[in-house]
């Protein structure tokens, strides 16, 4: 049994009843960041054991706080992606209880960028939410925040290579697939071509796609060979040029396949060429362009997955209410089941 004298009660002793550093119980006793909660309770109780407070100031200090969660969002022309981001600060003036959100755009498929972007955020912040690319920097960068205390979710495109606490998002490679089923029975052909338009590999979440598509054509629908893909990195401009130049190279393509945003481009593409009646063109992300094309026929069908609940899970995993690991639901939208406008980002 530890006996301590008369005297007050100093930090030293609680790092020694606590089993900690003096340092740790300097960051617990002054409210700074990057202690595991675990920790931080063990050390405000050791406080409360030899004296140091009494128990009504480990009910406050152990009580609601404001959980600071920032959201790492790409910057570009993806439709998704900036809607997200307005979704996210719109939700966040809404959301209920001891929770400051933060959103911010940073260079898209840029490793360094987001590693820097990680390590600048993730200094004040409790919780990181991000959409990750996979490289060796971006892991690196996770894990020391994870070392550090901080709570790290990736949405969208997932990095299972590191320490990430939680991915919320759909399963990507069973988009591919579906995308790949829905292409398959649209396309009443004996043979043609299916193109495939990423944003770029750097995401998990465009390869995953990728690999499904290839997957279940392959397997279901042999008459069907698939080019590509062709990276046009969300940007709708590239998009257009690279679909000018896929369909006047391949005039037997009978289906396109948009495994990343801003699918706008492709559907000009396809306006313009007059091919929008005869190819069954698949992409990504419910969205004002998205909507129109599928109400107009450039566009047959639509997976994406709410951002709405993306967000309500990212703030229940930050405060600790959430640690279901599940797919978010995959929605999937044709012309006659779009739901109301009001509804798409």
Known sequence: MMVFDGRRPLIPDIATMAGVSTATVDRVLNRRSGVREATLRRVLEAAVHIGYMDKEELSKRLGPRFAKVVFLLPRGTNPYLTGLNTRVRELADLSPGPVKVRSHFIESFNPDALAQALRRYGKSADTVVFMAIDHPQVRQAIDELVMAGKRIITIISDLPSSNRHLYLGIDNFAAGRTA????????????????????????????????????????????????GPHEGHDNRDENYQNTCRLLQAHPDIVGIYNVGGASDGIGRALRESRRDADICFIGHGLTPDTRSMLLDGTMDAVITQSPDLIYSRAIAAATGEQTDVAPVAMEIYFSENLPAAHHVM
């Open 180 to 227: 790949a089923q829905i292409m398959g029975r649209f396309c009443h052909v004996t043979s043609g071509k299916l193109a495939l338009i990423a944003a770029s590999r750097a995401y998990r979440a465009h390869m995953e796609r990728e690999m499904g598509f290839l997957a279940l054509t392959e397997a279901s629908f042999p008459y069907l060979s698939v080019i």
